[in-house]
């Protein structure tokens, strides 16, 4: 169990290896601002989501929590409020769905540092292929990419063409 932080709220993140990353409902629910969390949980197909999961802690502790999948998640940010679905979305997609689990511990670490020190700085995540992405985390957590780096990636040659069309949705 690794806890990020989006907007200053936590977002519980289970690893285990060889399968899916899991990440705790409530918490999704919270960072998307969900008034009622019964009714949104419902919404999920059941085999998104475990119920009453035993997490052991660092510490040794057991705790329960219902975790949900990628497809869950996705289904939660589907129906969110559009304000808060897009910003949701890039930082699930950037800190969970697509680093690899050591990765994500990496960040976490990260994040609790910064929040230790209240310093800011880039974070560089290295793909399969040697590619290199820096990645800012502002003072609420939201990822700021470098441009140039991402259109490397995605083989884009006109950065300022796709920059422009960053809200075309």
Known sequence: LVTLSYEGKPI??????NTYT???VTDVMDALAYKNQAQELARLAPVHILKNEQIRLE???LIQIDIT???GIEALIKY???SIRKP???????HICRPSAAEIRTLAQKQQEQSNQQSI?????????????????????N????????????????????VSRLDDD
């Open 143 to 162: 990822p700021w990419f470098v441009a140039s780096d991402v259109c490397k990636i995605l083989k884009v040659n006109n950065v300022s063409d796709a």
């Open 88 to 94: 949701f979305k890039e930082w699930y997609y950037t």
């Open 22 to 24: 899991w990440v705790s």
């Open 59 to 61: 510490n040794g502790d």
């Open 121 to 141: 700085d880039f974070q560089i995540f290295t793909f399969e292929e040697g590619d290199n992405i820096r990645i800012f985390l502002d003072e609420k957590g």
């Open 12 to 17: 519980r993140v289970i690893i285990r290896e």
């Open 69 to 71: 999948n990628k497809m």
């Open 80 to 82: 969110a409020k559009a």
